[in-house]
């Protein structure tokens, strides 16, 4: 028997059928299976794309969204000294705030304190992140809407800085270019950033002007200064406003006890002096070592301007405020007036009323004799100038804080 074909028999219309098995329609048919192929593609290119961004757990947010009115801030090294104050100020002043710190001498605790005092959604929020790994911070601006970066984060201390070097130039200076990179590739425009009086170096002529030409003497200088050179090489970018805070040797705290200043123990060695005056004080050290004694100044140890933490955030609101398009600000921020180590101590010894010891040692590396500004050029420009200028009073008003807090931030 024949095979009999079972084939239902298709009508005329849509195709025919021929005994070779070729469907003779087959070359009419392609440009539909052509089309169906193609949509069949985009739709699974479609959902890939689909798939690919929901998994990327791109979350709406108040911080990844520009809002009228609302400033958001990034705060790199906020959870530190001077940025946990400065996000302090900014949340007050109704700012949003994004802290951005890898806790490696910052203190959670400070964040806590924050957090605790703006609980409100979209105020507040703190990424644990290194700004030296450039992917993460690349990420940190892809989901975050920020109109301005404050740039504190950095290693900070002018003695370790000569003791490793490298570690100042990666930390300072190639952060501050991650962090640059991260603010091109995502328009974010505005920066202030936290320069240092340790970038003029030792400058024949006192008071320090912003036209002191800057010499640095130490690896922190030096990377600052570098920082510094980058910035004002990628503020001629169209749209960049940028104001560059040189600081003066940073005391004080909150007034009203909220926050402090909490180095890490293993950083006493190379600490500021205020933290060292506290720790004697405490008996935490039995005394201070001065270092230094035979300087040329009038009592033969170094000067320096102390500027309180206060008035230094206030120094940047009013940069934030002022920073303009096509500009690169740059300020001392001082208060214009030296003081030698030996006034600082006393006024120590009376903030905390305690007896402190003191030993004089030979200088330390990469010190300089006699530091202080000259801040016209911020009073004028921003109509900035220091209150807090009483030593002792900012003293005290730290201490009072040192002694409710023996141990830092730590309960
Ligand atoms: N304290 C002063 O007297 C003084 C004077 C002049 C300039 N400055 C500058 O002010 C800024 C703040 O200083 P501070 O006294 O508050 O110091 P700090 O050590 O208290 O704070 C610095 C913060 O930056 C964070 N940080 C460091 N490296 C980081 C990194 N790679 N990624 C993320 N976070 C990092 C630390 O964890 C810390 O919380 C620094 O840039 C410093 O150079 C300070």
Redesign the pocket.
Known sequence: MLPVNRMKPQSRASSSWSPSGVDLADSRRKPHFLWRTIFTALLIIGCILVLKHSSGHRVTTAFSQHEHGVTHVLV??G?????SHAALRLLEDKYRVTI???????NIGAVKVLQDLFPEPGRLQFIL????DAKAVNKIFSENAFDAVMH?????YVGESTLEPLRYYH?ITS?TLVVLEAMAAHRVNKLIY?????TYGEPEKMPITEETPQHPINPYGRA?KMAEDMIIDYSKKPGMAVMILR????IGSDPEGRLGEA?RPELREHG?ISGACFDAALGIIPGLKVRGSDYETADKTCVRDYIDVTDLVDAHVKALHHAKSGNVGIYNVGTGKGRSVKEFVEACKKATRAEIKVEYLSRRAGDYAMVYSDPSKIKKDLNWSAKYTDVEQSLATAWRWQKSHPNGYRL
């Not at 951005?100 to 910052?106: K, P, T, Y």
């Not at 936290?194 to 340790?198: D, F, L, W």
């Not at 600081?247 to 940073?250: K, R, T």
């Open positions: 790199t090294g959870a530190g000294y001077i940025g951005v710190d890898n806790l490696s001498r910052g992140a290194d700004l030296g504190f984060a950095a290693v900070a930390n952060n936290s320069s240092t009086c340790a600052k600081y003066f040797n940073v180095p500021r």
